[in-house]
C-alpha cells in the first residue's frame, strides 16, 4: 500500500469512502514515510502517531456508521506549526514558545478535528512566520524535495515540503505576504490564499493581524480546493471572519471551462528581476491560455511599486505589538538572570534569549515605525500605499476577471544564499505581497521547470475579493493544460526521495 | 513623610488661576468581560474569570461584547455627547505585567462619544458648566499584589502576584476639556463633578458605580497659572483618588503645593502623583510628558463599531432622568427639609422612598419607614438595605394600616418582621400574628383602673399639671394588652379620668 502516498486526497477519500482502503491504513502510510525521511526533509517539528491512529479509527467508525464528515472525511493533513492544538506542542518555530502545548484548538483544527481528517504532526516554519525559506526556524530549515541543497519556500517551508515529498497529502499554511503561495511555487506544488477573513485566524499565533490568512496546500487544485471548502466560514471568535459563505471551490475547479475568460497580466510584475527561465515559463502560461481563447490583456497597477516597502513597515508595526504578549509572564520560556531581578529585566533577557534575530529586527523596524514622530511618515504612509494597491486592483478588476503573475521572482535558491540578506529576501514576495494588502485571494499553481536549473516555478492567479471560486476555476483551467501537456502532475518527475 | 511647603489656600488664590481636568474611569456592570465571555465579577478567587482571550494567550482574538459598546454609548448620550459613526478601537502599547498582551485596546482618535457637557450644581447652589471631550471604551488591566516589602509598591516588593479577573472588564473612560474660573471651589467642583457622573451611572444601571471598589476612578489634573496669563501652566496628574472627599483634598493640596513651588520661582514637574488618603499628601509618581509614546494605532483584530442612528436613538429614548433633576423635583414634591432629603439621598434610598410614596404612602411616613427601622434592621443584620426582603408596596400597605388606627406603631414593626422573616404579605403576618389594635373600650377602661390601683398618685400628679406622669400607666395598660392597644387612646382615656 506505499503507493497510497502518491494518491490525490480526492482520489483517498474516494478509497477510504468505498472501504477500499482505511483512514488507518492511509494515516499509517503517511506515518512510515514521514518517520522514515522527516530526517531529511525536517518538514515536521512534532509527528503525531499515536493520536492521529486514534483519530484515523474514529473516521473509519464514523464511515461505518455511514457518516461524513466532511469532504476530506479520513484523509490525514499536516499542519502548521504556528496553529494551536490542544494536543501537541506548539512553537511557532520559536525557542520562546518551545514545550508550551495550548489549552485550546484553532478554529481551524476544530474544524479538521470534526471533519474526520487526523493531523500527522506540526509542519516547520520561519520564526514567528517572519522570513521566506524556514531557515529562520529556531529549529533548522526544512529541506526542498526538488534539491535538499534548497530552500522549500517559506514561511510555510514545513508545509510545502511535507506535500511536494508525500510525507502529507494535504496541510494547513498561512500567509502574510506570500507564505503559502511561495512555498508552492518553489516545490511545484499548489497554496491558496484565501480572501481575508475566508478562513477563521483564531488560535492562529499572529504574526500581522491585518495581513494573515489561514490557507490550503496540497498537489493539486482540487485538494486544494476540497481544503478551503474544509476550512472556511464565518466564526464569532474571529471578528474578522466573512459574515457569509463564498460557496464551494470544489464545486468550481469541476467548473474548469476557460470561455468568455479575460486575464490581466500586471506590467509591474512581468518585466524586470524575474530569473529568465521564471519568465519564459510564465509566457508559456499566458501562451497556451491565448490559445484556448482566453482574452488577455496588459494592466497598470502603478502602486505595486510601493507594496514591498509598505508591507514591510505594516508588518512589523502589527507584529511588534502581537508579539509583546511573549513576556514569561503567563506561558513559554522564562529567563530570570543573576541577581535578584525585576520583572522588566526577566522579560528583557526571556525576550533576548527567545527571540531569533529576524524577530528582533522586525521588532525594531515595526516599534520605530510606530513611534510618535514617526508613525505619519511610515505606518500611516504605508496605510495610504495599501489603499492605492486597491484602487489598483478594483481598475483592473473592472477590465478583467483575474490577474496572473509569476508566484515568485526565481525557483528555489540554495540555503544559505540569501539568510545574511535580509532585503533580498523581502524581494521574493514582491508578487506575492499585493492581495495580503488588499485581501484578496490569490493562489500559486505549478507551471513548468526553469530551463537554467530544473526547478519548479508557479504561476499567481489574483482574483477580485471573495470571489476565490473564480480563482479556483481559473487555477483548474491552467492545471489542466499542462496536465494535457505533461502527461502526468509535475511532482511526479520529482527526484525519488527514497534514493537520497 | 509629607515634606512639601504649602502655601496658604487663600494666598494661593490671590496669586493664580486654578485650571482642573477629570479623567473618571467607570467599570461597567455588563455580566461577561469586554472582548471575551468571561465572566465580569468582584470577588472571585483570584484567576478563575479568564480565558485564553483575557489572558492574552498566543492565537486568541477579541470579539466585543456589545453591551459594553450600548452602555458606553449610553453614557456618552446622557453626558450631551455625539456619538461617532465610526468608532475604531486602538491598540495603546507598553510593557507590564498585569496588562496580558502588553497592550491595551483602548480608543484612541476615534472615540465612540465626543463633545458633551454637563452643568454640575455646588451645595451653595452656584453651577458650573463642565466640557466633555470625550468617553471611549477600554478594557481594564489585571490586578497585582505586591508580597513583601514596606510600602505594597512595586518598588522593594520581594515578589508580585497578578490576579486576571479584572483583565478584559470593560470600562468608559470620561475625559473633560480643562476647566476655568472655579476659583477657589475648584477642589470641591471636582468632587462634585465626580459624584454627578456616579450617580448618572448608578441611575442607568450601567455600573455598580462603587467608589470603594473601584467602580469609579478619577484621575485629577492641576495646574495653575498667574493671574492674567494667557498660557496654561504645567500641569499635574493625582491617580488613585477614590473617594469624593479624597478629591476634593487632593485637588486643594495640589494648588497649594504647586502655589508654593510657583511662588517661589520655582517649576511643576509634569508627572503623575499619588494621593494619600491616610495622610492627606501627594507623592511624585512617574515623570510623564507629551512624549510618553504608547505607539497607538488601530487595532487590526476588531472592526469599527459603526452604530447606525436607530440604534443611538433607541438607546437615548430608554435614558432615565438625569438624577440631578430628579432630586430636584422630588425635593421640592415631597417638602422635605434640607437634612430630611439629604438623608434620603446619602442612604441611597430615594428609589425607594419614591416608590412608597407612589403606593400611597406620605413622603414623610415613607421617609420614616425607610431611614428608620428598616436601615436599622438592614444595619443589624449587616445587609445592604436594598436586599431587604420587602418591597415599597408593602411598607405602605402597611403605613395605611396605621394611618387608619388598625395597628400602631409597635405593631406594624411586627407586621415588618413578620413580612422580612419570610411569613408573606402583611395582612397574612397580621392574620398569624393575631396582631389586632384593641378597640374595646370597656376593656381598657378596666386595664386603666388596674394600673391606677396600683399607681394611685398619677391622676393627682395630672391635676398638679405633671401630664407626663401618664406615661407610666400607659405602659403599664400597654403590657396589659399586650401592645396591641392604641396608646393615644389610652392616654386620652386616663386624661378623661383625671380632669372628670
Ligand atoms: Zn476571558
Known amino acids: 500500500m506505499s503507493e497510497l502516498v502518491y494518491r490525490p486526497a480526492s482520489e483517498l477519500v474516494a478509497l477510504i469512502a468505498k472501504k477500499e482502503v482505511s483512514s488507518v491504513e492511509v494515516t499509517k502510510a503517511f506515518f512510515d514515510r514521514s518517520e522514515k525521511l522527516n530526517p531529511v526533509t525536517n518538514s515536521y517539528l512534532h509527528l503525531n502517531r499515536e493520536l492521529a491512529l486514534a483519530a484515523a479509527n474514529s473516521a473509519d467508525e464514523a464511515l461505518s456508521r455511514g457518516e461524513v464528515s466532511s469532504p476530506l472525511h479520513g484523509v490525514p493533513i499536516a499542519v502548521k506549526d504556528n496553529l494551536t492544538t490542544t494536543d501537541a506542542p506548539t512553537t511557532s518555530g520559536s525557542k520562546i514558545l518551545e514545550g508550551w502545548v495550548p489549552q485550546y484548538d484553532a478554529t481551524v483544527v476544530t474544524k479538521l478535528r470534526q471533519g474526520a481528517m487526523p493531523i500527522l504532526g506540526k509542519t516547520n516554519l520561519d520564526e514567528f512566520a517572519m522570513g521566506s525559506s524556514t531557515e529562520y526556524s529556531a529549529f533548522g530549515p526544512s529541506k526542498n524535495p526538488w534539491d535538499l541543497d534548497r530552500i522549500p519556500g517559506g514561511s510555510g517551508g514545513g508545509s510545502s515540503s511535507a506535500v511536494s515529498g508525500f510525507l502529507a497529502p494535504v496541510a494547513i499554511g498561512s500567509d502574510t505576504g506570500g507564505s503559502i503561495r511561495f512555498p508552492a511555487a518553489v516545490t511545484g506544488s499548489v497554496g491558496a490564499k484565501p480572501t481575508y477573513g475566508a478562513v477563521s485566524r483564531y488560535g492562529l499565533i499572529a504574526l500581522a493581524s491585518s495581513l494573515d490568512q489561514i490557507g490550503p496546500v496540497a498537489n493539486n487544485v482540487l485538494d486544494t480546493a476540497l481544503l478551503q471548502d474544509v476550512i472556511s466560514g464565518h466564526d464569532p471568535m474571529d471578528s474578522t471572519s466573512l459574515p457569509n459563505s463564498l460557496g464551494s471551490m470544489a464545486q468550481a475547479v469541476r467548473q474548469a471551462d476557460p470561455k468568455g475568460l479575460r486575464v490581466g497580466v500586471v506590467k509591474q510584475l512581468s518585466s524586470d528581476g524575474f530569473q529568465p527561465g521564471v519568465k519564459e515559463l510564465f509566457d508559456d502560461t499566458i501562451a497556451k491560455l491565448v490559445a484556448e481563447g482566453v482574452e488577455v490583456v496588459e494592466v497598470d497597477c502603478p502602486s505595486f511599486e510601493y507594496a514591498v516597502a509598505a508591507y514591510y513597515l505594516i508588518l512589523p508595526a502589527e507584529a511588534s505589538s502581537n508579539l509583546a504578549k511573549f513576556d514569561s509572564v503567563r506561558f513559554g520560556l522564562r529567563v530570570t538572570p543573576e541577581g535578584n531581578p525585576t520583572i522588566e529585566r526577566v522579560m528583557a533577557a526571556t525576550r533576548e534569549a527567545g527571540f531569533g534575530p529576524e524577530v528582533k529586527r522586525r521588532i525594531i523596524l515595526g516599534t520605530y515605525a510606530l513611534s510618535s514622530g514617526y508613525y505619519d511618515a511610515y505606518y500611516g504612509s504605508a ?21 496572473l503573475t509569476p508566484t515568485a521572482p526565481t525557483t528555489a535558491f540554495k540555503i544559505g544564499e540569501k539568510v545574511n540578506d535580509p532585503l533580498a529576501m523581502y524581494l521574493n514576495d514582491i508578487a506575492t505581497i499585493p492581495a495580503n494588502l488588499a485581501g484578496i485571494p490569490g ?36 492545471e489542466k493544460l499542462y496536465l494535457a501537456q505533461w502527461g502526468s502532475p509535475l511532482l511526479t518527475k520529482a527526484p525519488k526521495l527514497e534514493a537520497k | 513623610m509629607a515634606k512639601d511647603n504649602l502655601l496658604s489656600y487663600e494666598a494661593a488664590l490671590e496669586q493664580f488661576e486654578v485650571v482642573i481636568g477629570l479623567e473618571v474611569h467607570v467599570e461597567l456592570n455588563t455580566k461577561t468581560k469586554m472582548f471575551c465571555g468571561c465572566a465580569n465579577e468582584f470577588g472571585s478567587e483570584p484567576n478563575t474569570n479568564v480565558c485564553p482571550v483575557c489572558l492574552g494567550l498566543p492565537g486568541s482574538l477579541p470579539a466585543v461584547n456589545k453591551k459594553a459598546v450600548e452602555s458606553s454609548m449610553a453614557i456618552g448620550l446622557a453626558l450631551g455627547c455625539k456619538i461617532a459613526p465610526t468608532g475604531r478601537f486602538a491598540r495603546k502599547n507598553y510593557f507590564y505585567p498585569d496588562l496580558s498582551k502588553n497592550f491595551q485596546t483602548s480608543q484612541y482618535d476615534e472615540p465612540i462619544a465626543y463633545d458633551g457637557e454637563i452643568t454640575i450644581e455646588l451645595d451653595s447652589g452656584e453651577s458650573f458648566v463642565v466640557q466633555i471631550e470625550r468617553a471611549h471604551m477600554e478594557e481594564d488591566a489585571g490586578k497585582l499584589t505586591h508580597v513583601g516589602g514596606a510600602t505594597g509598591r512595586i518598588q522593594g516588593a520581594e515578589y508580585s502576584l497578578v490576579d486576571y479577573n479584572r483583565a478584559g472588564v470593560p470600562l468608559v473612560e470620561i475625559v473633560t476639556r480643562p476647566v476655568f474660573g472655579a476659583g477657589d471651589k475648584a477642589p470641591e467642583l471636582a468632587a462634585a463633578y465626580v459624584r454627578a457622573i456616579r450617580d448618572i451611572v448608578k441611575s442607568m444601571d450601567v455600573s455598580d458605580a462603587k467608589m470603594e471598589r473601584g467602580n469609579v476612578r478619577c484621575d485629577a489634573n492641576v495646574s495653575l497659572r498667574k493671574k492674567g496669563a494667557e498660557k496654561l501652566g504645567t500641569r499635574t496628574e493625582t491617580k488613585n483618588v477614590n473617594s469624593l472627599r479624597s478629591i476634593e483634598n487632593a485637588v486643594r493640596y495640589e494648588i497649594q503645593r504647586q502655589a508654593y513651588i510657583l511662588s517661589q520661582g520655582g517649576t511643576i514637574t509634569q508627572e503623575t502623583r499619588h494621593w494619600h488618603e491616610d495622610r492627606g499628601y501627594t507623592s511624585a509618581g512617574r515623570p510623564k510628558s507629551d512624549a510618553d509614546d504608547y505607539r497607538y494605532f488601530p487595532e487590526p ?32 414634591a415631597w417638602g422635605f427639609s434640607e437634612l430630611e432629603f439629604r438623608d434620603v439621598v446619602n442612604s441611597d434610598l430615594l428609589d425607594q422612598v419614591e416608590a412608597t410614596v407612589a403606593a400611597g404612602a406620605s413622603p414623610q411616613a415613607a421617609r420614616k419607614w425607610w431611614t428608620g427601622e428598616l436601615a436599622r434592621v438592614a444595619n443589624a443584620s449587616e445587609i445592604e438595605i436594598s436586599a431587604l426582603q420587602i418591597t415599597p408596596e408593602q411598607v405602605a400597605a402597611i403605613q395605611k394600616l396605621i394611618d387608619a388606627g388598625d395597628l400602631t406603631d409597635r405593631m406594624a414593626r411586627e407586621v415588618v418582621a413578620g413580612v422580612l422573616a419570610g411569613e408573606g404579605e402583611p395582612a397574612a403576618v397580621i392574620e ?34 405633671k401630664v407626663q406622669a401618664a406615661g407610666a400607666v400607659i405602659g403599664a395598660v400597654m403590657q396589659a394588652m399586650k401592645g396591641q392597644a392604641d396608646a393615644a387612646r389610652v392616654r386620652e382615656l386616663i386624661l378623661e379620668r383625671a380632669n372628670s
Do not use: H
Open chain 1, 383 to 403: 496605510q495610504k500605499v495599501r489603499t492605492l494597491i486597491q484602487q489598483d486592483l478594483n481598475r483592473a478588476f473592472e477590465k478583467v476577471d483575474v490577474l
Open chain 1, 443 to 478: 493562489m500559486s499553481v505549478p507551471n513548468g521547470l526553469a530551463r537554467e536549473d530544473g526547478l519548479p516555478s508557479g504561476v499567481q492567479i489574483l482574483a477580485p475579493q471573495m470571489q476565490d471560486a473564480l480563482m479556483y476555476r481559473v487555477g483548474a483551467i491552467i
Open chain 2, 301 to 332: 483584530d476588531l472592526v469599527p463599531v459603526q452604530p447606525d442612528i436607530a440604534w443611538i436613538e433607541s438607546i437615548r429614548s430608554a435614558l432615565p432622568e438625569n438624577p440631578a433633576a430628579r432630586r430636584k423635583r422630588l425635593q421640592s
Open chain 2, 432 to 465: 398569624k400574628r393575631g396582631l389586632k389594635v384593641v378597640t374595646d373600650e370597656g376593656a381598657l377602661i378596666a386595664a386603666i383602673d388596674e394600673a391606677l390601683a396600683k399607681q394611685p398618685d398619677v391622676l393627682e400628679k395630672i391635676r398638679e399639671g
